[in-house]
């Protein structure tokens, strides 16, 4: 019962720390939690925990706050700003990973001790570098569009849990199934009821916490920041 209690907890940490960033630094603050957050998702990713009896890994609850960040600059400052951020976290994601693949390539002094464990987190195979790439690449533009397009056709204040949570839901779906048949379909690392079966839970729990983060924008939404656009319109 351990990891559900404590998993509940490293989802609220999460939420906390995404509205404190933006609470101090308003527009930057959700560039900047783009920016690492790409790269610690890819990390938390690594560790496998089962939990109700469901064999998982890490990651998903910092990944849904990277829709979060998109969908509130889409909200507050406009597609443009949202597409920035997609952009700046598709750098972040891609200059993290060539460097610290350059970083393994060097010969260890013979008293190194983090080459081993480097290579275990940051040596992956080349398709699911490319999966996680592709994955994020796809998913985030996809849900800064269908985010346009909702707040379009429902456009009123209280129909905001509408719109975030329509783009969100869909683009993680795009995003698990991107990912999952690159890392594991395409190389068969898997059969393909496995495969399944790791797809389903993926996006289950993707799921599950963007439903449970939509109070966390509405907070965040009310805030006030220097660098607002005026009277809280959006930006073109």
């Not at 559900?4 to 101090?24: E, N």
């Not at 350059?102 to 699911?128: I, N, R, S």
């Not at 898997?190 to 924008?217: E, M, N």
Request: with cysteine.
């Amino acid at each position: 019962m351990f990891n559900p209690l404590w998993g509940l907890l490293f989802m609220l940490a999460h939420f906390a720390l995404f509205l404190l960033c933006y609470r101090l630094f308003g527009r930057t603050g959700l560039y900047a939690w783009v920016g690492f957050a790409t790269v610690l998702a890819n990390i938390q990713v690594t560790k496998t925990i089962e939990m109700f009896g469901i064999v998982m890994t890490l990651g998903n609850t910092m990944y849904t706050t990277l829709y979060m960040a998109s969908d509130l600059l889409n909200e507050k400052y406009g597609r443009r700003e949202a597409q920035r951020a997609v952009w700046f976290g598709f750098f972040s994601l891609l200059a993290s990973t060539a460097l610290m693949q350059m970083t393994l390539v060097f010969t260890p002094q013979e008293t190194d001790f983090a080459q081993e464990p480097l290579e275990k987190l940051f040596g992956l195979m080349p398709w699911l570098a490319a999966a996680s790439l592709t994955a994020y690449f796809v998913s985030q533009f996809l849900d800064v569009r269908l985010y346009s397009w909702l707040r379009r056709r429902f456009p009123a204040h209280n129909q905001f849990w509408v719109r975030i949570n329509g783009s969100t839901v869909l683009s993680q779906l795009v995003d698990s199934l991107v990912f999952c048949t690159i890392a594991f379909a395409l190389p068969r690392v898997y059969s393909f009821d496995v495969w399944l079966q790791i797809f389903l839970t993926t996006y289950l729990f993707k799921f599950v916490i963007s439903v449970a983060s939509t109070p966390v924008l509405y907070a965040a939404r009310r805030f006030r920041t220097q660098d607002e656009p005026a009277a809280g319109q959006p930006e073109s």
